[in-house]
Every structure is written in structure tokens, then in C-alpha cells.
């Protein structure tokens, strides 16, 4: 069994380590679903800018993610198996015919039958229904007024710019000056859907409808009839200092060639919105972000929705950390460390001013929008490897993370106290993902980082953490997974953060938890859960009997059991059992389903290099603990 639990771990070990680009970072492919492909084969008919190569590559990525099993006769899923979803599937179903798929194909007769028994193209999100209103497929009166004379409002006003969360500021902002502007899409092509619509769409006249969410819903549909009647009279000054505004806001976050917050929709939205005012050198900037994310291989394409290297980079160096490779995360470290962001002051002082800047993003450059679970990942990663160097890195980050506590005692993910409910009512936020509230997991990491330090200043700011995740804790002992699927990846998390903070491993929280994963192991030894745990109202419920054990949740599992004191389980065992039977011949793992979420029931993740990073890390820590005199997990993460 140890030399078995060796060998899978030197061949995982050096699988990792060959990924490692030479400046000692790594980057994985982020796959979405059909939405963002698709989005970018629009773009460029809206551009009027039509790669045909590259969108027959795109094309070949549609038609194989199409969904073909009982749930999903003909449409687009929003994740790897998942059912049927309206808006992903016109959009696909467009993109496809812009590219030239001929209506009468197979292929898109079913889609087209699809589409139509689910209402038809009118019934798509309000994200979806801009899209068309650009290319002239419906009336602007499809989209809720979301008037640009918000970038004007004052912070005290009920609805504005600074209460929502990152991704919807920087996607709205230049979105709201297309809305003001209503620019048409040049469309060489002059493609149309009429033909995905039960009702013409100028004959539509419900466009905004419930069910309502709450009691709120139908206060905004009213107010956004008011808005509606008044748009037209609103003064011309105004709507020209707005739009200025928001261009301004764009430029000074255009972040170079890592685009607008560093994410597809906000980068296609800032391009479409240079290109109307003719500014070439602000849209040759905006587009060639969007450029960058694309994926192209021999036979297909796609596009991503952003780039992942500080999470991928972080992550591997800590399974390599506990694999016994300290060159290679010491190289992934050095390649961070110049990466902190110590100069900027982003959106997210506007609830904490005088917290000095110290986190990481995300994404290559994304200097106004630190990620508060990237920066614990790294910073917890720098503390293991003892190496004075990254001490003020350490130090400014933990400032940081104390300045971005929320006052529930808990973390979000990149704002402080972005919770205003009311506000993912409106009609716009049909999504329900206007906001960045608190959340367990990201919760879970701060504390694991706070923990891992030892400073007896931060256990106020511990006690009010784990007092939240106590709090949030769900009946059947498992926490809600925020940034991944779902329930194993929230309970792993807390177990962590739990064991980091000392808290007893026979304390009812941890026992109750570490009793659900053990249930919730499958007959082969691992654990697997799909997306359909966030479907449903809020939080959702463990969907896992459907699934298929995934190497990635079996290690957060295993992983969480080990936090809670258990390495000496038979799960544990079988889950390590599980792993080295599913490695691969290169030593490593792969899998087909997606782990992780962007928004829970709108838009969901894969992340390629979770395979190749968690079970290493769960085979390891395995290892270090079987061969230990004390079954005691020493870090946070």
C-alpha cells in the first residue's frame, strides 16, 4: 500500500511539475458552457471583424457540447450533462447560424424544437435579450431600463454603482452606455432568429414578468414602467455627463490587455462601447483582451471567461508543497510575489477606507479587483515555506483580509458588506448575482490563513468567523460551497478553516460534518456531485446520486475528513484507494464534469487543473499523516 501510495505520488509529483511554465507559474484552461463561444462568434458579426477559420473551430465546440440525452433533447446545457437552458441555447443556436450552419441542419431543427417548447427566444435571460436587441432581433424595449444616469448617484442612493458587486459594475457600466446609445450591429451577414420566436417579437408585449422572487419584484417591474415613460424626457445633460462618466470609469480600469475587471462579458461590452464612439485605440485595447481568452486547438475553439494563473499558480504550489517538491513551489511563489497588488486602491475601499491594499487577483492583472480567497490561498502558501522573503508579503496581506472582514464576522469575495437583497429583485438582476455577500467557503479561507499565523491579535476576528460558519452550518451537517460544486467543497473548506482555528475534532459542528461526507461516499470509493445541487431555491440540496465520482471532490473530501482528525478512516483509505486507480498513464487526472460555479443557476465552471493539483495534494497529505505520530492537520489549507 505505501509503495503503491509512493509511486502514485512521485508520478502526480512529476506530472505537476512538468506543467510548470518557466517563470514558475502555472495556468489551466477555464471552461464556461455555450454562452461565452457563442457571445464571441456574435462579437465579431457585431464587429463586422469575421475570422472563418476560428469560428469553424468554435463551431466544431457547439455542436460537440450539444446536449443529446433525455434531459436535454437537442438544446444547450449550462454544465457538462445538465439540463436544458433557453438562453445559452438561442445563443448558441445564433452563433451557430452567423458561422453557417444551415437551419434545416439536424443539429439546429433540434435545437430550433427545443427552443420553441420552452417558450421561445422571448422567454431568454435579460443578459440574452440585450444581446439580441444589439443585432436589431428584438426591440429595446426587451431589456428593463437600467438608466446610465446611475453612474451620477450619490453613494447614499438606494440603487447605485458601488453597491453592487465587481463583475456587475464592470459589465454594467459600459453595458448601460449601449443601452443609452442603442448602437446596431453592423451584421454583414444580416443573420436572424425569427424563426426561435412563438410571437413576433415587435407583438411581445410581457417581456418583464414574474414569478416574483419577494414583494419587491413587482415594486420594481412598476418602477420600471415609470422609468420606461420617463426615460425619454430625461435631460440631455445629464445622460451626456453620465455616458462620460462611465467611459471615464471604463479607461481608468481598462487594465491593458487583461481587459475591464478581467472578464469576458465586461471586455466585450467595453469593446462594442469604444467601437461605437470610434475610439480605435481604447477598442484595440478592449478587443485584444477579449482575444486573449481564446482556446484554440487543432480541430475546435473556444473562448474562456477569464484566465486563471494566480488561483491555478497558488493551488499547485501547495500540492507540491505537500508532495515534497519545495524548488518547484518555491519558483511558483517568486513568480506571485511581485503579483500582490500594494499600489492600487480599488473599488473595494469604498466600505473600508484606510485599509491599506495588500491582496492577489485572480487573473494575470487585475489591480482594482483583488480576490480575497485568491490572496489567503497565497498568502497561507508563502507562510508554509518559511522563507523570510515573503514575510511583508504575508503581513500586508493578513492586513488586508482584516480590513475586508464583513460585519457578520464572515468574508465575500471581493467587496466588504456587499449584501443589500433588495437590490437582485430588480428587473435587470434576473441572474440573482448582482451582489457579493459573505459566503462560508471564502469565509473558511480567511480564517484558515488568520488561523495558520498564530497571532493573538486576529482570534477576535477568527472567534467572529467561526461564529458565522457555525451559524450557516446546514441541518444535515454539510456547508453550501459558494465557488465550488458544492456541498463537498463548502464542508472541506470549513473543516479546514475549523480545524486551523482549534476547534475540538469531537465538537458536534466537526463530527456532524465529517458524518455527512462519510455518508455521502460512493460505492467506489470516491465522492461526486454534480451542478444540480444549486438548482432549486437557495441553497439548493446535495445532488450526488446521479453523479460520477470525480477525482477532485473525492480529494476535498478526503481532505476534509483529515481536517476533522479522521485520516485513519476507512473512507479516507478508499478514497486514496479511488484516486490511484483513476490516474492516468501521465500520472495525473482528468474529468469530464464541471467543479466549480460562477453564479449558482446561471453560469457554472470547469476548471482544468483541479484534476491535476487536489488529488496530489489529498494523496499527499494522506501520506504525511499515515507516517506521523499525530493525525493532526498542521495548515489551514
Not at 265 to 285: L, Q, S, V
Not at 570 to 597: C, P, T
Request: hydrophobic share 45%; glycine share 8%; net charge neutral.
Amino acid at each position: 500500500m505505501n509503495a503503491n501510495l509512493d509511486t502514485a505520488i512521485d508520478r502526480a509529483s512529476a506530472a505537476l511539475r512538468g506543467e510548470q511554465r518557466p517563470d514558475g507559474h502555472f495556468v489551466y484552461e477555464l471552461e464556461a458552457d455555450a454562452t461565452i463561444p457563442a457571445e464571441y462568434v456574435l462579437l465579431e458579426h457585431y464587429l463586422d471583424r469575421i475570422t472563418p477559420g476560428l469560428q469553424e473551430k468554435i463551431g466544431v465546440y457547439l455542436r460537440r457540447i450539444q446536449g443529446e440525452h433525455t434531459t436535454n433533447p437537442g438544446g444547450w446545457p449550462l454544465f457538462h450533462g445538465g439540463k436544458f437552458d433557453l438562453s445559452a441555447s438561442v445563443k448558441a443556436y445564433f452563433a451557430l447560424k452567423a458561422i453557417g450552419d444551415s437551419p434545416e441542419a439536424a443539429h439546429m431543427r433540434r435545437a430550433r424544437a427545443a427552443i420553441l417548447a420552452h417558450g421561445g427566444a422571448a422567454r431568454v435571460n435579460v443578459f440574452t435579450r440585450i444581446q439580441l436587441a444589439l443585432f436589431g432581433a428584438v426591440p429595446w424595449d426587451a431589456s428593463p431600463v437600467v438608466p446610465i444616469e446611475l453612474m451620477l448617484m450619490p453613494g447614499w442612493f438606494p440603487i447605485n454603482m458601488r453597491k453592487v458587486s465587481y463583475w456587475s459594475r464592470t459589465v454594467m457600466t459600459p453595458l448601460m452606455v449601449l443601452a443609452a446609445t442603442k448602437p446596431l450591429a453592423r451584421n454583414p451577414r444580416n443573420i436572424r432568429i425569427d424563426e426561435l420566436f412563438t410571437t413576433p417579437p415587435a407583438q411581445v408585449r410581457d417581456w418583464i414578468r414574474g414569478p416574483y422572487k419577494s414583494a419587491w419584484g413587482p415594486f420594481f417591474k412598476h418602477l420600471d414602467t415609470v422609468l420606461r415613460a420617463a426615460e425619454p424626457w430625461f435631460p440631455k445633460k445629464y445622460r451626456a455627463r453620465a455616458i462620460g462618466k462611465a467611459i471615464a470609469w471604463t479607461i481608468e480600469r481598462l487594465n491593458g490587455e487583461d481587459g475591464l475587471g478581467a472578464i469576458y462579458p465586461a471586455m466585450a461590452n467595453a469593446a462594442m462601447m469604444f467601437d461605437h464612439f470610434g475610439d480605435r485605440e481604447h477598442f484595440a485595447t478592449a478587443f485584444a483582451a477579449v482575444q486573449k481568452l481564446l482556446v484554440i486547438k487543432d480541430d475546435e475553439a473556444y473562448c474562456q471567461p477569464c484566465l486563471s494563473p494566480v488561483w491555478d499558480t497558488g493551488l499547485a504550489g501547495h500540492a507540491l508543497l505537500e508532495a515534497g517538491a519545495p524548488g518547484p513551489a518555491a519558483a511558483a511563489c517568486d513568480w506571485l510575489a511581485p503579483r500582490q497588488i500594494l499600489d492600487v486602491v480599488g473599488d473595494w475601499a469604498d466600505n473600508t477606507p484606510g485599509t491599506r491594499p495588500g491582496g492577489w487577483a485572480f487573473q494575470y492583472n487585475n489591480a482594482h479587483y483583488p480576490d480575497v480567497d485568491d490572496t489567503a490561498v497565497v498568502a497561507m502558501l508563502m507562510h508554509r515555506t518559511g522563507e523570510p522573503r515573503y514575510a511583508g508579503a504575508i503581513a500586508r496581506a493578513r492586513e488586508w483580509i482584516i480590513g475586508m472582514q464583513s460585519t457578520n464576522g464572515a468574508w465575500g469575495a471581493f467587496d466588504i458588506n456587499n449584501d443589500r437583497q433588495y437590490l437582485n429583485h430588480i428587473p435587470f438582476a434576473d441572474h440573482g448575482a448582482l451582489l457579493d455577500p459573505p459566503t462560508e467557503d471564502v469565509t473558511a479561507r480567511c480564517i484558515s490563513f488568520l488561523a495558520q499565523l498564530g497571532q493573538a491579535q486576529d482570534q477576535p476576528a477568527i472567534a467572529r468567523g467561526v461564529q458565522y460558519l457555525r451559524e450557516t452550518q446546514c441541518p444535515d451537517g454539510s456547508w453550501f460551497g459558494r465557488w465550488g460544486t458544492n456541498y463537498i467543497y463548502g464542508t472541506w473548506s470549513v473543516l479546514c478553516a475549523l480545524n486551523a482555528a482549534g476547534v475540538a475534532h469531537d465538537d458536534p459542528a466537526i463530527t456532524r460534518a465529517a458524518t455527512w461526507l462519510i455518508a455521502k461516499q460512493r460505492a467506489d470509493g470516491g465522492w461526486g456531485e454534480d451542478c444540480e445541487s444549486y438548482a432549486g431555491a437557495p441553497p439548493g440540496e446535495f445532488h450526488g446520486e446521479a453523479a460520477q465520482s470525480l477525482p477532485s471532490q473525492t480529494a476535498w473530501a478526503m481532505l476534509g475528513l483529515m481536517a476533522a482528525g479522521l485520516a485513519d478512516h476507512d473512507a479516507v483509505k478508499k478514497g486514496a484507494a479511488y484516486l490511484q486507480g483513476a490516474q492516468d498513464a501521465q500520472g495525473s487526472w482528468s474529468e469530464q464534469a464541471y467543479n466549480a460555479v460562477g453564479f449558482p443557476r446561471v453560469f457554472y465552471l470547469k476548471y482544468h487543473g483541479y484534476p491535476r493539483f487536489f488529488p496530489l495534494l489529498a494523496l499527499s497529505r494522506y501520506r504525511t499523516l499515515l507516517t506521523a505520530n499525530v493525525r493532526q492537520v498542521k495548515f489551514g489549507f
